[in-house]
């Protein structure tokens, strides 16, 4: 079998650089995209499903299809012919390395958009507010959260959650956000895909084991849930409802033909099933969810739904503000305007910023955060339906930063100087940046 994708623009031509690598590695491998398993294989898998991090499957010769350095390049070639041809006299001053002008919030819209983050709003995740003592502020909080979990209100526990989520109602909270209630319908459902995986190898498992080894089993945070990982991201490959998100998203689903029938749409399937090819990192939007749900069908659920909501986002190329073109756009924007003498330094010395904060962005900082700190951001993404913070956070890391940074005087040192986000206060810097350093 080989895939094949039928698109034109940017994103189509990166989707054919994916395949074409899949492909590839089909043929050097002589590893067909997927094979019935024999019944022995079958039953051993079906034996260790719940310790299948004790596999150590011989990976050396995988190597994952992409990593966002290589989708960091595709976006820097954007180009949008109209603009070549005279318009947006505005955009020819922004001087980043995203090209393509798209209309991006500035901090007055930004403070507008994140009112709840000003400084005169009780925020959990700030240890000293001004207006009210923590723990009184904390108290209350729990208190609202649990009557907004009483009474089943989505909207309301949005709303809410834009404060940021108490540790011990926040599992509960998201998934009355994601409409997420775990019937047994979709327990049932889940059990279904765990079959699929049985019975069936893909060579995109491969790929999978490979991302988590990796990743996440590297990870001093998560090298615990290594075979949840295993079990949601595999379930996650064969699920095609997955596939109802390209209705709204610009990539399209790779199609995978019999040999001999290239192009004969009666002889197409997609794959993998659910559309998507897993790139270096992918795991890493499973892994923070593992603290929060430990009952493998419901963390598959929040998964699915946060993924299909705002994590396609972050490597299909589209021009939606919580896109991730849109997000490296802004992010640079707003160090060019707010902190000029930041961005041309780093720019002159040939340290492009955006070099530095993509695999933050494209991650939503899976892996780069301390983990309480990560879910203390993910609330606030589900809160504002936006995945327009992480470009605010990004650019307040390098506002944090910025002392150390005018001193650097290569890519390596200034990266040297952000290598390490696991002691950063998330909602601190995010205040600090937008209500209080830049005007």
Known sequence: MTLTVLRSTGQGSWEKRILKSLNSMCTELS??????????EQKELLSKWNEMGTDEPDLSLFRPVYAPKDFLEVLINLRNPNYENGDSLSFRTHLGLIQVPLKVKDIPELKEFFVELGLTTGQLGIDDSTQVPPELFE?????????????QDGAAAQQYIRQGSPTALRADLWALILNISSQPEDILYYEQLKTNVIQHDLLVDSLIYKDVKLTASNDDYYFVFEDYLYQVLLCFSRDTSVL????????????????????????????????????????????????????????????????????????????????????????????????????????????????????????????????????????????????????????????????????????????????????????????????????
């Open 31 to 40: 590893i067909p995209l997927a094979r019935k398993r024999p019944v022995g």
């Open 139 to 151: 108290n209350e909080h729990v208190r609202i959260g649990q009557k907004v979990l009483a009474e």
């Open 244 to 439: 109802g998100h390209f209705a709204y998203n610009s990539a399209s689903p790779p199609k995978s033909y019999i040999r001999g029938k290239l192009g004969l749409e009666e002889y197409a399937v997609f794959y993998p099933p659910n559309g998507v090819i897993p790139f270096h990192g992918f795991s890493m939007y499973v892994a923070p969810l593992c603290f929060l749900y430990h009952e493998p069908s419901k963390l598959y659920q929040i998964f699915r739904e946060m993924y299909v909501r705002f994590f396609f986002r972050l490597h299909s190329i589209s021009s939606h503000p919580s896109g991730i073109v849109s997000l490296c756009l802004l992010f640079e924007t707003l160090l060019q305007t707010y902190l000029p003498q930041l961005f041309y330094h780093l720019r002159e010395i040939g340290a492009q910023p955006l070099r530095i904060s993509f695999k933050w962005m494209v991650r939503a900082f899976s892996g780069y955060l301390a983990t309480d700190q990560l879910l203390l951001l993910w609330d606030r993404i589900l809160g504002y339906n936006s995945l327009e913070i992480l470009a605010v956070l990004a650019a307040a890391v390098f506002a944090f930063r910025a002392v150390n940074l005018m001193e650097v005087t290569s890519l390596a040192a200034a990266e040297a100087v952000l290598a390490d986000l696991s002691t950063l206060k998330v909602m601190p810097l995010l205040q600090i940046f937008l209500f209080a350093t830049v005007t």
